[in-house]
């Protein structure tokens, strides 16, 4: 590569499916590295994932600190020991305090199986269901201290078919979203978007609504 990679740590707490997704496209040709990958769960496939790949792996359980900012100040300080440029939540399953979200304002970026801001939280695919969408999605978004509220970078649209359950919507949702992240941080490694005095600029200029890829 002829410019320094970026550098990555990646959370996560289940399969590690974005993540294997990223491991891919580092392969081919994007330009970051991911340093570690840390899990609240030392059951995680995604660890299995990294160590095959030769990235770092630690767990940091969540059950022994007495509350949320006292575990949070803990990831903070093993994250910080990588000297990451990007943090990457992956299927990260802990609602991040303030304090944690402030610390890498800027630098924390999550992906949600939903066209947000539809459908913020958990079951997605079954609330889309039931809303009776006709399109459903995944976002990339910055995190802010706002559950889901982060400004969205880029949109998949997978359209909702008749016959559609709740775990055939989820596969094809999961499909672009192993499209997507991996193209935006390709973006953040470029230069091309961030977040400058609380605002989402792309190419030096404002984004006030999301890039959307397969629009319906």
């Avoid at 943090?87 to 970026?109: D, E, K, N, T, W």
């Amino acid at each position: 590569m002829s410019k320094e990679a970026l550098s990555l740590v990646v959370l996560l707490s289940g399969s590690g499916s974005n993540l294997q997704a990223i491991i891919d496209a580092t392969a081919d040709g994007l330009p970051a590295k991911i340093a570690a990958v840390i899990s609240n769960r030392d059951d995680a496939y995604g660890l299995e994932r990294a160590a095959k790949s030769g990235i770092e792996t630690r767990v940091l359980h969540h059950k022994p600190y007495p509350n949320r900012e006292t575990y949070d100040q803990a990831l903070i300080e093993l994250i910080d020991g990588f000297q990451p440029d990007l943090i990457i939540l992956a299927g990260f399953m802990r609602i991040l305090s303030p304090l944690f979200v402030q610390h890498y304002q800027g630098r924390l970026l999550n992906i949600h199986p939903s066209l947000l801001p539809k459908h913020k939280g958990l079951h997605t695919h079954q609330r889309a269901l039931e809303a009776g969408d006709t399109v459903h999605g995944a976002s990339v978004h910055f995190v802010t201290e706002e559950l889901d509220g982060g400004s969205v970078v880029l949109q998949a649209q997978v359209a909702v078919e008749a016959n559609d359950t709740e775990e055939r919507l989820a596969a094809r949702v999961l499909k672009q979203e192993h499209i997507i992240y991996p193209q935006v941080i390709g973006w953040f490694a470029d230069g091309r978007i961030a977040i400058i005095n609380h605002q989402l600029e792309m190419d030096g200029k404002p984004l006030n609504t999301p890039v959307i890829v397969h629009p319906l």
